[in-house]
DNA sequence: ACATTTCTTGAAACCGGTTACATAGAAGTG
DNA sequence: CACTTCTATGTAACCGGTTTCAAGAAATGT
């Protein structure tokens, strides 16, 4: 593998000089940045990175440290990321923690010297842990963490607002008895989906207690839980679940049974995932831009990379009802554009 | 940012006996190896990963560059490259190429000295370039891309086999006039997947030429293609999309229009993807399995990393068909385990 | 007891770049 | 023409690790 000595050497100059001309400084002669450049192309010379990044205390790439690599959801968040960071000119250096605090801390530990800045997604434990083992100056966002407390800035899907306002809007369009089904204990986004559907339930001072049934985000536990409304013959008139799958494997079942939606069940999901527009009917549901979430963690960082020392916030996307054939006509389509929403969207681009 | 010479300091020892101690090298003391692990952890010391890829001449990092990062190709390809990194304990480094030639040539590039292999999916363009600006010693396989030519070796889906497999299907079902609706023509598996049809429908020797309608692999296109089959009262039993997003745009069109699928009409895809199982009728179309590509090129170039010098194959993964609701009954699943196929799947686990 | 081998440790070189500082020659000034 | 200022280039130090080599200490053999 060629090095900038041996340019240096065929261009006839010393390796300050090959390294100049090479970095197009300007107190070099044009003559000599022409030989020198000659002399690189010749030799396919290529710098090493690792070398540079030695130097200048900088490497040009960041890290992201996803729990996994699986489906369409990171799919869409590196997607956004990458978008900001090839703008300003940022390789991307991808990490699978594999679920594991465990596993987040040895993918946090390998991105040392490699990165300039880190995004990270942890899972769902202890953030003190977590505080440990991040190295201490390099710059750091976190996505879907409500880090508010541990001092680090955040992004996050306002997963609680767009689970109370699908609640209300089922409410809204004539529903009295409406089932949750759950999503994981030990997942954040599904503690607070449900938490938005409790309390948008306790609002309107329902006096059964909410019906909460228990899913695993799978189609197979969408589908498990319509049986149980149907065998249990629970007067039910309306399925919220925390996932787009698991409302995707109810809708069918009770389809197959028979059972008139949104007449008799009205069927509504969380995430937009592309599926959601293709079910028959299509599934109504409540619409998160992974992408842009990803996009905003990737300008957070970008900020605090240029030396903003912006305070930890905590941003919030809010998300926005889609409503489809799976819930009732009142309203075909209806957002939630707030202004802090507006806001928000805007400071993305 | 605490360096291994405070370690050393902190431990009263020498930078090259810290380094010992925490490499877990035989010949250091116990106590000195423990003075030494202590300090370590007490001034939270990472090691710095670009300079120690400078002196060992590695990085346990390799580069995956890609077209675009968008869908879930990407990240089912993703997935199946990092299952068998994460064994072998090898960092993902990610880049996005955005399509143009050039982009792949800035993309490898910032490669060097940061990994220690390559896998590259290279977009549509002429060998030759990508070749040249190919690191002289660095090992790379190439993804999705006949490079028997070019002396690299690569895995690839074989996309003529299945597109012939599936074209075969329909006729022995009893269709006898299929349209092919293909994909875009600067695309390679769209291509393959066309030759793969054409080269079926010659075999039974019909006396029209095979009838193929544009497309772009987009939802859109296929409902196109179906609107242009409905408005020309197109003598077709039969629509065979390029993919599987054209086969479902098809298919709502058709459904739409009264048409019976399949009775009328039956309607096959390429690829499989996850929306294929929840259409109504659930799509037939040809399984493609993203991530064992990934997993075969990833393993291929670990055998490369580990000093075999395998020639330049080119790995060809066979698809299987998926025989659903969206064409006639004759047979319900039917796979195609060749000999070479059985071979293929083993070499890879 | 002394010679020889083995083991632990430290000093220094090195990986491949960048950059502070020194220097020599060119250009500018009175 | 002598002096200063500027500019292009080279020398050497440095970034943060790893590793070779040498040396001293400890263990072993006779």
Redesign the interface.
């Known amino acids: 593998?060629t090095t900038i000595r041996d340019v240096a050497r065929t261009a006839g100059v010393s390796v300050a000089t090959a390294s100049r001309a090479l970095n197009g400084h300007l107190n070099v002669t044009d003559g000599v940045r022409q030989r020198v450049t000659d002399a690189a192309a010749l030799l396919?010379y290529?710098?090493?990175?690792?070398?540079?990044?030695?130097t200048r205390q900088r490497?040009d790439?960041i890290g992201v440290v996803l729990p996994d690599?699986?489906?369409?959801y990171?799919?869409e968040l590196?997607?956004g990321i990458?978008k900001v960071a090839?703008q300003a000119g940022l390789?991307?250096?991808?990490?699978?923690m594999?679920g594991s605090a465990q596993g987040t801390a040895t993918a946090i530990?390998?991105?040392?010297?490699?990165v300039d800045g880190l995004l990270i997604m942890p899972p769902d434990t202890d953030p003190a842990y977590l505080v440990a083992n991040l190295?201490?100056?390099l710059p750091t966002v976190l996505i879907n963490y409500p880090a508010g407390s541990i001092g680090i800035p955040s992004v996050a899907i306002d997963n609680y607002s767009g689970a109370r306002a699908m609640t209300e809007a089922l409410l809204a369009s004539g529903c009295k008895r409406i089932a949750h089904i759950a999503g994981p204990r030990d997942n954040r986004d599904a503690r607070e989906r449900l938490r938005g559907f409790v309390d948008a339930m306790r609002q309107v001072g329902d006096e059964h207690s909410p019906l909460i049934l228990p899913g695993d985000f799978t189609e197979e536990a969408g589908a498990e839980a319509a049986r149980l409304i149907i065998a249990g013959n629970v007067a039910v008139d309306a399925v919220f679940a925390a996932n787009d799958m698991m409302a995707?494997g109810c809708l069918?079942v009770l389809r197959d049974a028979g059972i008139d939606v949104p007449d008799q069940i009205a069927v509504a999901g969380f995430d937009d995932i592309?599926?959601a527009r293709?079910?028959?009917p299509a599934l109504s549901t409540v619409e998160v831009h992974i992408a842009d979430m990803g996009a905003a963690a990737m300008s957070l960082l970008l900020a605090q990379l240029q030396g903003d020392d912006l305070p930890a916030q905590n941003h919030l996307l809010q998300p926005a009802l889609m409503m489809r054939g799976t819930t009732s006509i009142k309203q075909k389509k209806m957002r939630r554009p707030t202004a802090k929403n507006q806001r928000e969207k805007r400071e993305l681009s």
Chains 1, 2 share one sequence.
Do not use: C
Request: aromatic share 6%; proline share 9%.
């Open positions: 593998m396919n290529i710098p090493h990175s690792g070398a540079r990044s030695l490497s790439a690599l699986f489906g369409e990171f799919s590196v997607r990458d090839h390789q991307l250096l991808l990490s699978n594999h530990r390998a991105m040392r010297g490699r190295p201490p100056k995707v069918a592309p599926l293709h079910t028959y």
